[in-house]
């Protein structure tokens, strides 16, 4: 009876700390429930996830391709290219130096669009 009863107080103490990990309020909120790394691209269903995504000067940015076909990320300005990036495959690109903002498109597709934020 014991070991249930400090088997069951453990689960409870777990549940509060797991529970007390989640937002405070304060930070930005997301309508994406996955959670994904900063300076990181998604493209799933033909489209880029974020559109707009926001990083600093010369960021490492990564791009997943969770997509049934191949695409690019790749800047207006030719400031950034990731080159192909086939299914189920991951690259990353470095942003600009130069604050501002980049739109970019999958050259493969070009109805696909996005915008880089550099500062």
Do not use: E, W
Request: charge should be positive; charged fraction near 10%.
């Amino acid at each position: 009876m014991r070991r249930a009863v400090a088997l069951l107080l453990a689960l409870f103490t777990i549940g509060l700390v797991v529970a007390g990990c989640g937002s405070s309020g304060g930070g930005s909120s997301s309508t994406n429930a996955t959670l994904v790394a900063p300076d990181t691209l998604t493209i799933s269903n033909f489209a880029f996830s974020p559109s707009t995504l926001t990083v600093t000067p010369g960021a490492k940015v990564t791009v997943k391709n969770t997509d049934s076909a191949a695409h690019t990320v790749t800047a207006s300005d030719k400031s950034f290219d990731t080159g192909d990036i086939d299914t189920n495959a991951t690259t990353t690109f470095t942003a600009p130096t130069k604050p501002g903002t980049y739109k970019y498109i999958c050259t493969i597709h070009q109805f696909m669009q996005g915008t880089l934020t550099v500062k």
